[in-house]
């Protein structure tokens, strides 16, 4: 079986909006209904919504109409620890591949979904992502140009990223005390098991993180 695990428990500090992201409407349909949506309409089997507990009575009764929501449950205090409790909550459950997608990615397509999944048939972890276009620099505290990085070599990293259950959960239990290091599932997977395949993301797969980004 394989299940998604989407992410829901942000409450959009950095959005200008006076309402939690995934609560926002676009064409009259909130950004949680939207991402739901792509994958119901997917392979993948089950559906966890992993909501923030201030909102969980909101979530629940926006995702009751999906088949595949399975249930929804409260997560943590920051993105990696509701991930945490979601992994917690699906252990027995004979899952195979497990999918982690953030609900402030409404573009995602179907299509794509199913696309990774096939794919994560034969990795243990795959995860969408865009190779750099753009001149990149490290730098230090201050600013200054350290070096510039190899952009044909440089990719930033989508969701829904797609892992061996199993896997993941040990990575995630091992790290969870530094938890905040990590900046996604993959980084938190890297961690244990370092092989990890990049495949070509969606460039319309955005996140909706800024104002802007609602413009």
Known sequence: MNYAIIVSGGIGKRSGLNIPKQFYKIRNKTILETTIEKFENSN????????????????????????????VIAGGNSRAESVFEG?????NKNIDIICIHDVVRPFIQSE?????????KNHDAIIPA?????TI???????????????????????????????????????????????????IYFEEYKNIKIIPGNKENIKLTNPEDFK
């Open 44 to 71: 993948i089997d089950k559906i966890l919504i992993v909501s923030n507990i201030d909102y969980i009575n909101k979530t629940k009764e926006i995702t009751k109409k999906f088949k595949k929501v399975n249930t």
């Open 87 to 91: 992994l917690k909550y699906l252990q």
């Open 112 to 120: 794509d979904i199913n696309k990774y999944l096939i794919e994560s």
């Open 130 to 134: 865009i190779q750099e276009i753009d």
């Open 137 to 187: 620099s490290l730098t230090d505290s201050n600013g200054n140009i350290i070096k510039f990085l190899e952009r044909s070599k440089v990719f930033r990293h989508l969701t829904p990223q797609f892992f061996n259950y199993e896997k993941l959960f040990i990575s995630y239990k091992k790290n969870i005390k530094n938890i905040k290091k990590f900046t996604d599932d993959a980084s």
